[in-house]
């Protein structure tokens, strides 16, 4: 193709990008999730300061906490497959590298603000100390440093322990890793390998996880050496790729689906959320394949939700769709707040007003820091996108 024509062709394409693409009710679905993911944690320090909780409620922590981080792993992978889909599309396709600056622009920022607080300012303070739950930065302080500069949290975690105000960024280890590689493997491979590569990686991965539990189960070791199942189960765990993975099939199914198909008949969406909420309630594990059988559930509902003519519910309010837009700040900030909040009120009997003055502070901080902080590197990303979201 003559450059003049490549260069109009491509100058046509984003001009047309420009426009916004806009995947609706998904900034609503991920506030939900971070909402979710407050609640989760908020249990969980008042069963660490030995206040009335919810922590040992054995089917709420898979109802709230680890339901919530892996409906954002599947949106990620959803949104973040589409795009790429929709780039690789275009005359000049996937720029590797534009992508992983896109990236570290949007993560980075937050992720430091956290990581250093975490490390260097909330340990002067004694009063936001969490005693036994969490290590002391001063243990291994380089070992753990150097884990989380290198976005390794989620290692971190297996081998060191939690740290206070910063555990919660293991997810962010496990989709920044996941960034690193997946735009390469979308750029190279065509759709069918995609797909195929999809489903090899998620059979192989479960299969592995099955063995190891299994051998786990029957307390299997071989005479020549010993292996400590327990921690290759917990790193298992923990790399939730699958969930990534899940989402960027339906990402790819959802650009391939026709308008109207079983998928997308009201009936069977109705099942489907029928489903999730039955199994979510009901707590089961599925033998410790939680998260997968939930991941497929969600990559169904976000697949009916992005599309509004077929779609049984519409969330897509703006109250919502702007605290799905801040939810990243909700995130990374919920945990201090949590604390805040829970030391004050239940010192001085007020613990009733605990969880919306919660949810107001840190919706609070997440705003101020999406538009003092946030904004900036958005802004600088959009020079380095070719499409525009919205």
């Not at 003049?4 to 047309?16: D, E, T, V, Y």
């Not at 054995?58 to 599947?74: A, M, N």
């Not at 990686?201 to 190891?212: G, H, M, R, S």
């Not at 609070?364 to 070719?386: C, D, G, H, N, P």
Request: glycine content about 4%; overall charge positive.
């Amino acid at each position: 193709m003559p450059n003049c024509i490549k260069s109009l062709a491509l100058n046509r394409f984003i001009a047309l990008m420009k426009k916004k693409v806009h995947y609706p009710n998904l900034n609503s679905l991920r506030f939900l999730a971070a909402f979710v993911v407050v609640i989760h944690h908020t249990e969980q320090l008042k069963s660490i300061k030995h206040l009335p909780n919810l922590w040992d409620n054995h089917s709420f922590v898979p109802l709230v906490g680890k339901l919530g981080v892996d409906l954002f792993f599947v949106l990620s992978g959803f949104l973040i497959t589409s795009l790429l889909v929709i780039e690789k599309a275009s005359p000049s396709g996937i720029n590797v590298k534009n992508f992983i600056i896109r990236r570290i622009l949007r993560i980075w920022p937050l992720y430091f603000i956290i990581v250093l607080s975490a490390f260097f300012i909330i340990p002067v303070f004694p009063a936001f100390q969490l005693g036994y739950a969490f290590e002391s930065v001063k243990d291994h302080f380089l070992a753990n440093i150097i884990l989380y500069v290198l976005f390794l949290p989620h290692l971190q975690i297996i081998i060191l322990g939690p740290i206070a105000y910063a555990g919660h960024l293991w997810s962010i280890g496990i989709e920044e890793q996941f960034y690193l590689v997946w735009s390469s493997i979308v750029k190279k491979l065509s759709t069918t390998k995609l797909v195929n590569w999809i489903f090899a990686y998620i059979i192989l991965y479960v299969t592995i996880t099955a063995i190891l539990r299994y051998l786990l189960h029957i307390h299997y070791q071989p005479k020549a050496f010993k292996i400590n199942y327990d921690f290759i189960i917990a790193i298992f765990d923990v790399l939730r790729f699958d969930c990534l993975l899940i989402g960027a099939l339906f990402a790819v199914l959802n650009r391939n689906l026709k308008a109207h198909s079983i998928i997308t008949n009201k009936t069977f969406q109705l099942f489907i959320y029928l489903t999730e909420v039955c199994l979510a309630a009901a707590g089961y594990w599925f033998h410790s394949f939680f998260w997968e059988i939930h991941a497929v559930l969600y990559g169904l509902i976000i697949l009916n939700l992005v599309r509004l003519e077929t779609s049984l519910i519409n969330i897509d309010f703006k109250l919502f769709d702007y605290l799905g837009k801040i939810s990243y700040g909700i995130y990374m900030y919920h945990f201090f707040v949590i604390n805040l909040v829970i030391t004050i009120f239940y010192k001085y009997h007020i613990q009733v007003l605990a969880y919306p003055v919660i949810y107001l502070l840190v919706i609070a901080v997440a705003s101020f820091s999406y538009k003092y902080i946030e904004t900036y590197f958005l802004k600088l990303k959009k020079s380095f996108s070719v499409i525009s979201t919205g």
